[in-house]
Nanobody
Framework: QVELVESGGGLVQAGGSLRLSCAAS????????MYWYRQAPGLQRELVASITSDSRPYYHGSVEGRFTISRDNAKNTVYLQMNNLKPEDTAAYYC??????????WGRGTQVTVYS
């Protein structure tokens, strides 16, 4: 059973924008804090942003002011609006949430590639 499906990645020039979406199953989404992570080749997965069930956001310092996380509870979807993209934002992006203190199985992610 697929619980998290990311989409919206692509190839974009530096300074451009992308909007990522993560569709979750209702049991995964409802009442849970949602996270966006990213992983670049050869590097560890890192937290980009998160949003609580009542829509309080958190951002990693490297994306604050450029990325905006939001959620649509009616659609069980969390978004990541990414503006002023930089080559160092190039990575595979994943969403996830915690269940019983552990992350769910990671999805396939969506690739973001920023060229200068």
């Amino acid at each position: 059973q697929v619980e998290l499906v990311e989409s919206g990645g692509g190839l974009v020039q530096a300074g451009g924008s992308l909007r990522l979406s993560c569709a979750a199953s209702p049991s995964v989404f409802y009442g849970n804090e949602m996270y966006w992570y990213r992983q670049a080749p050869g590097l560890q997965r890192e937290l980009v942003a998160s949003i609580t069930s009542d829509s309080r956001p958190y951002y990693h310092g490297s994306v604050e002011g450029r990325f905006t996380i939001s959620r649509d509870n009616a659609k069980n979807t969390v978004y990541l609006q990414m503006n002023n993209l930089k080559p160092e934002d190039t990575a595979a992006y994943y969403c996830n949430t915690l269940r019983d203190g552990a992350f769910l199985q990671w999805g396939r992610g969506t690739q973001v590639t920023v060229y200068s």
